[in-house]
């Protein structure tokens, strides 16, 4: 009697214990946790922690650069934060080229990995066995990174200026939105490390992601009110979706964690559009602060935090009565943030 329970007690453990895990198979880059919750104040030049139930703020970090954009470690033990340089898109005249790595748990700067000779590193991604990918515009590269040795393992041409990227939960290939530098998406092949297509783009991409079952890549258009829907298998745009109550494309857009939702936020008009994955046509559109930039899925599942990076405020929309229920501020101005 006593092995059987030994067993039981046992294996109840495991079972907590693989709970508490990130899920296998998930996508590194579309997730949740309820560990910490991270934001990148790129106006206010900080990275700040909150605490994931009460929202209260709890440290800050400073770092040598402006902060950018931000992705976190399969196993949410490390975030990469890009130090892009002192500008913007299209105005960066002091690039730098430096990927600080942050330990979660301690809250502290584990080191930092040089992207030297590319520079202006920002939109970043992760695979499943924890690599990291960089699309750095200014040097027209896109770099696979090895975090545990800090060394670049490839730099792939991709012919414009990326500065987003989706790599996809198989890490099988990436897809890089060039802005208005080229008009096409760089499709790259992650094992043979090359550029293997372009998805044109009738007027430029903004904001890029993927879905979290990689069948699909949307790409927001950069000056129409509407989006893109890339077959991965083929390559191929197979639906365009009209935004609704937008003026222009959309910023960036999220799918939730286990792919039943998908969010896009409009930095112009301040919006917030919600949408059914199963049918893009059906949408919700919300209110948002000055220009919302970044999205985060509450491990709840129903709560969604929206960054407004143009007033320093966070909007907080319910997803189970689709109301924007609360508003609170967060430094200066968040470019992006995530559970973990």
């Not at 500065?163 to 990436?174: T, Y």
């Not at 077959?231 to 792919?259: H, K, L, M």
Request: proline residues 6%.
């Amino acid at each position: 009697m006593m092995h059987k329970m030994t067993t039981r007690i046992a294996a109840s453990l495991l079972t907590l214990a693989l709970a508490a895990l990130p899920a296998l198979g998930a996508d590194p880059n579309n997730i949740t946790g309820a560990d910490g919750l991270i934001m990148i104040d790129k106006r206010g030049g900080l990275v700040r922690f909150f605490d994931p139930d009460s929202l209260a703020e709890i440290a800050t970090l400073e770092l040598a650069g402006p902060p950018h954009e931000l992705a976190i470690s399969p196993d949410h033990k490390m975030a990469y934060v890009p130090l892009y340089g002192d500008g913007v898109y299209g105005n960066n005249p002091n690039p730098d080229h430096r990927i600080v790595m942050i330990d979660l748990e301690k809250r502290a700067i584990a080191g930092t990995i040089d992207v030297s000779p590319s520079i202006a590193p920002h939109g970043l991604q992760v695979d499943a066995t924890g690599m990291l990918y960089a699309s750095c515009d200014l040097s027209r590269t896109f770099l696979v990174i090895n975090p545990k040795t800090r060394q670049i393992e490839a730099t792939i041409d991709i012919e414009g200026t990326g500065h987003w990227a989706a790599v996809l939960p198989d890490g099988s290939k990436a897809y890089v939105a060039n802005k208005n530098d080229r008009l096409f998406v760089s499709v790259i092949d992650l094992k043979s490390r090359k550029l293997v297509g372009r998805v044109p783009m009738p007027n430029g991409t903004q904001g890029i992601t993927a879905s979290p079952d990689g069948r699909r890549v949307l790409a927001m258009d950069l000056a129409e009110p509407k989006f893109y829907v890339i077959d991965t298998a083929s390559d191929q745009i197979i639906e365009t979706v009209d935004v609704a109550g937008n003026s222009i494309g959309p910023f960036r857009a999220r799918y939730s964690p286990d792919g039943s939702t998908l969010i896009s936020v409009n930095h112009r008009d301040a919006l917030i559009n919600v949408y059914d994955p199963n049918d893009l046509s059906k949408q919700q559109t919300f209110e948002a602060g000055a220009q919302p930039f970044g999205i985060a899925y509450a491990p709840n599942g129903s709560t969604v935090l929206v960054s407004n990076h143009g007033d320093g405020t966070i909007s907080v929309l319910d997803l189970a009565t689709r109301r924007v229920v609360d508003t609170f501020t967060a430094g200066t101005g968040i470019e992006t943030l995530s559970y973990y």
